[in-house]
């Protein structure tokens, strides 16, 4: 027990600090927890140790990779990344942006009422994921603030995923844990009556209080540039006649250079290059667009041989007249994005996606120069010029998520019924027949790529692998919990701490000590530790065991508090241009809320 709460203790560390992704911190668990008893065991041979220390077996360690929770979750992002394919989320937003005008209350309710449902069918993080573009453009088109909009998307999938079982990974993995103590997992719709209760309380809750303390950090704009206010870091240098770099590339130019900048573009005549530019050769006459510093810029015309541009505004109409489509676009680091803890120099960025940065923005900071350094974290912002080939090259890349509608001619819209009907068949079958949810869900995964709604080959790209690294690596440290003793331990010690209060006071405690660690470190994390625990409380008080453990479901499927506590909260972190504390006055509210709408509704809807 004193090794597997030791082991806990770091990985709440490293949770919380992430100084490595959690899903590796998961999997450092699982291994740890297998390597005790054969470390130990030598340890003892030698006389080092009384005896061998026990804690979980190699196949019980490696149980969560085999996990229904597990496959469920993986065949989940499968059904999810179909019907984004067939770009029937994109339709619906165009419907929306005709229904609710520049109205700000009518967009937030149209937000609000769409994502609620949606995250209840399919994933949540894949809902705020493919619903963020177009939240951003339907805020920009209506003269909006869209930080108005994004924080309220993030909290709706939250509470919309308790709608079901498969609306969040940690339903599904709650569900999974559940049947050691129930002997059954959740029935599909089985809480759906309290999901819809929180989701009402969430979204009377968001549409009046909850908008009136939503910031609007980032000005309603149709120009990146402003947004990032990029007018002092951008401008038009022209290469004199006797410019030393006259003969060299592009490439050889900026790595001999000591000054911080970019090129974004190269104008010719009447001809505008963007990346790749490496290899084109300087000229006496190219005009080109640069990112620097307005200190750096005096310098670098003088050692350089260039000169200003008289009267030259660079803005977004400037950086996107090289092609008729869209250049330049805003992209968020995604969550087990390849990226994060690289800087774009070591990452090759401009190599490997011919794109330039010009901006990230964290949170409220927008960092505009020495960005070749500045090291990566998920949830950061990238304004980026790139050309129409490179911008549809990131938007299908799982490291990022695009901000703002792209125009894509390879939607599947005639495959809009048959995803939907996949996705209500998987539904349904696992409400209404004895076939278990993992294999309706599989099962319609399959039927995804058998009816062209997917190509074989993206089924592995739509996959969040670092999520279901996560789920296999978090499920030991349950078992580890429940087989050393450590849940009845912690259980005493929240019944003692309950100090002889009724049924439904303990509930509300449990809820809120899950709430908190939840927003600290994974939801997932904390449902895997918090469900033995709730589990032995309601024995040790008489109450209801699923009440207990549906109470915990809830209080890790909702973390508001923090933009660290759930993924979707990072997605909108950047474009939002949100504080830290923006999550704490917007959040505590609605967490203290569910706190007293869900004990209550458990108490009167399940009883204790």
């Known amino acids: ?107 937030l309710s149209a937000v609000v009422g769409l994502v609620t449902p949606i995250s209840g069918l399919i994933n949540n993080t894949a809902a705020v994921a493919i619903l963020l573009p177009m939240v951003t453009d339907l805020a920009h088109g209506g003269n909006n603030s869209p930080s108005k909009l994004l924080l309220p998307l993030s909290y709706a999938s939250m509470f919309g995923g308790t709608l079901t079982v498969v609306g969040t990974s940690t339903n599904i993995l709650a569900s999974e844990l559940a049947i050691v103590y129930l002997g059954r997992p959740f029935g599909m719709f089985e809480f759906t009556a309290l999901g819809a209760l929180v989701a009402l309380a969430g979204t009377a809750y968001l549409l009046t209080v909850g908008r009136l303390l939503t910031p609007a950090r980032i000005p309603p704009s149709t120009d990146l540039t402003e947004e990032f206010r990029m007018g002092e870091y951008l401008t038009e240098v022209q290469v004199r006649e006797d410019s030393p ?119 409220r900071e927008t ?82 790529v058998f009816t062209g709604c997917l190509e074989p080959t993206e089924v592995y790209d739509d996959v969040q692998w670092d999520v279901i690294v996560l789920l296999a690596g978090v499920i030991p440290l349950g078992v580890a919990m429940q087989e050393t003793g450590g849940a009845d331990l912690l259980a005493q010690l929240v019944v003692l701490a309950a100090g002889g209060l009724p049924a439904l006071a303990v509930l509300a405690l449990l809820y ?12 997932n994390a904390a449902v895997v530790l918090m469900i033995p625990v709730a589990a032995q409380v309601a024995a040790d008080v008489n109450a209801s065991v699923f009440s207990f453990i549906l109470a915990v479901t809830f209080a890790a499927s909702t973390a508001f508090m923090t933009p660290v506590g759930y993924q979707t909260n990072l997605f909108v972190y950047g474009p939002g241009g949100y504080r830290f504390t923006d999550y704490l006055r917007v959040g505590t509210p609605l967490q203290l809320l569910f706190a007293v709408v869900t004990t209550l509704g458990i108490a009167g809807l399940y009883g204790l």
């Open 1 to 107: 027990m004193l090794v597997v709460f030791t082991l806990i203790l770091v990985a709440l560390v490293l949770f919380a600090t992430e100084p490595v992704p959690i899903d590796i911190t998961a999997l450092g668990v699982a291994v740890t927890l297998m390597l005790v008893e054969p470390v130990t065991a030598g340890l003892a041979s030698a006389g080092l140790l009384g005896a061998p220390v026990a804690v979980i077996s190699p196949e019980q360690g490696l149980s969560g990779f085999a996990s229904r929770a597990t496959i469920t979750v993986l065949a989940m992002f499968v059904l999810s990344a179909g019907v984004q394919r067939t770009g029937v989320i994109q339709l619906l937003g165009q419907k929306i942006a005709a229904l609710t005008g520049d109205s700000e209350s009518r967009q």
């Open 512 to 523: 809120l000590v899950t709430a908190v660690l939840t927003n600290i470190i994974s939801n």
């Open 367 to 448: 960092i505009r120069t020495r960005l070749d350094r500045l090291t990566l974290r998920v949830g950061d912002t990238l304004l980026v010029q790139a050309t129409t080939d490179s911008v549809d090259r990131l938007s299908n890349n799982r490291d990022f998520i695009l901000v703002g509608e792209v125009e894509r001619p390879d939607y599947r819209r005639e495959k809009v019924p048959v995803a939907i009907g996949l996705i209500l068949s998987v539904v349904v079958v696992a409400a209404v027949t004895p076939i278990p949810i993992v294999v309706a869900a599989l099962a319609g995964a399959l039927g995804m």
């Open 245 to 363: 770099i006259v003969g060299d590339t592009v490439g050889e130019a900026l790595r001999e250079t000591e000054f911080d900048i970019d090129v974004v573009q190269l104008i010719r005549g009447d001809q505008t290059f963007l990346e790749p530019l490496g290899q084109k050769t300087i000229r006496a006459g190219d005009v080109f667009v640069v990112r620097t510093a307005r200190d750096t810029l005096v310098d670098l015309l003088d050692a350089e041989g260039l000169d200003l541009v008289p009267e030259a505004t660079v803005d977004a109409s400037e950086l996107e007249q090289a092609e008729p489509s869209r250049n330049l676009v805003e992209v968020v680091v995604a969550p087990g994005s390849f990226l994060v803890s690289k800087s774009l120099a070591s990452a090759n960025f401009r190599e490997r996606y011919d794109a330039t940065v010009l901006a990230v923005r964290r949170g």
